[in-house]
């Protein structure tokens, strides 16, 4: 048992992994066939996550040179001021796309009880400061992919509509939403496509054969990986590459590489 305790503590939170889902994107351009799209979510910059694993993470992304990096949120676990400047100095080394880099905010990055808006600027000041375009309600051309990116549910600016009702059904177009469970409310007009999202953890600590025992989201079913969903939508939620607490077991953190194709 301790043999197990010691593994989940002090292997598993650190032992990345580097996932390869095929993502077939309607419309897409030809000379993106092949493209790859890397998620990096839930970092989690903060006093329970190793600076030099987010900095050998951010290099890993680095040697792959992907074409795209989306951020899909919870930038931080918020404890004091000193998260801001821990995050600006981590994303010195953030990885970046050669065609675009987009990101979003989560829960985690609106503070106490997701209402605080001035620390959520902050956050997506020190991200373009680092040169990720950050997506609130928004949607950006990024290389010839469309990307739209969703705010947070849990916060008091998760407002959607307008841009999907505009822009979601754009060809080549993805969709970054950090809760998953947005994909379920009555949002989504004409969207058929990729939802990208976090927050989840993999359920961080998982039970082999069975359900995490805690996920923060109301569909239970919705842990990590791919889902099919209403309205010709798929969505995929990554484990992330952070944690709350130093502890993950049968959910290692992960960032998925998708390779784009044709639809």
């Not at 970092?43 to 996550?49: A, M, N, T």
């Not at 100095?89 to 997701?114: C, F, P, Q």
């Not at 620390?119 to 990720?132: H, V």
């Not at 994909?183 to 990729?194: E, F, I, L, S, T």
């Amino acid at each position: 048992m301790a043999a197990v305790g010691l593994y989940a503590w002090r292997i598993e939170p650190h032992w990345l992994e580097f996932s390869r889902p095929i993502m077939p994107v309607r419309g897409l351009a030809p000379e993106l066939e092949g493209a790859t799209l890397a998620q990096i979510s839930d970092i989690h910059v903060g006093p329970e996550v190793d600076d030099d694993y987010l900095i050998e993470s951010f290099r890993r992304v680095k040697e792959v040179a992907p074409e795209f990096v989306a951020y899909t949120g919870d930038w931080v676990t918020y404890d004091s001021p000193r998260e801001m400047t821990q995050l600006r100095s981590m994303l010195k080394h953030a990885a970046l796309g050669r065609l675009g880099t987009v990101g979003i905010l989560g829960n985690h990055d609106y503070g106490e009880r997701w209402q605080d808006l001035k620390m959520a600027q902050e956050i997506c000041a020190i991200a373009k400061d680092s040169g990720i375009t950050m997506l609130r309600n928004e949607a950006v051309d990024a290389g010839g992919l469309q990307i739209i990116g969703i705010d947070d549910l849990w916060s008091p600016c998760f407002a959607p509509t307008r841009v999907l009702g505009h822009s979601g059904a754009d060809d080549s177009t993805i969709v970054l939403s950090h809760n998953p469970d947005s994909a379920d409310r009555p949002v989504w007009a004409n969207y058929k496509g990729w939802i990208l999202s976090g927050h989840t953890h993999g359920g961080q600590c998982r039970p082999p054969f069975l359900p995490p025992p805690y996920i923060p989201v109301l569909n239970k079913r919705y842990i990590a990986g791919e889902y099919e969903l209403s309205g010709e939508r798929k969505m995929y939620i990554s484990r992330g590459v952070g944690h709350l607490e130093r502890v993950r077991f049968n959910a290692r953190p992960e960032i998925p590489l998708f390779q784009l194709r044709r639809a």
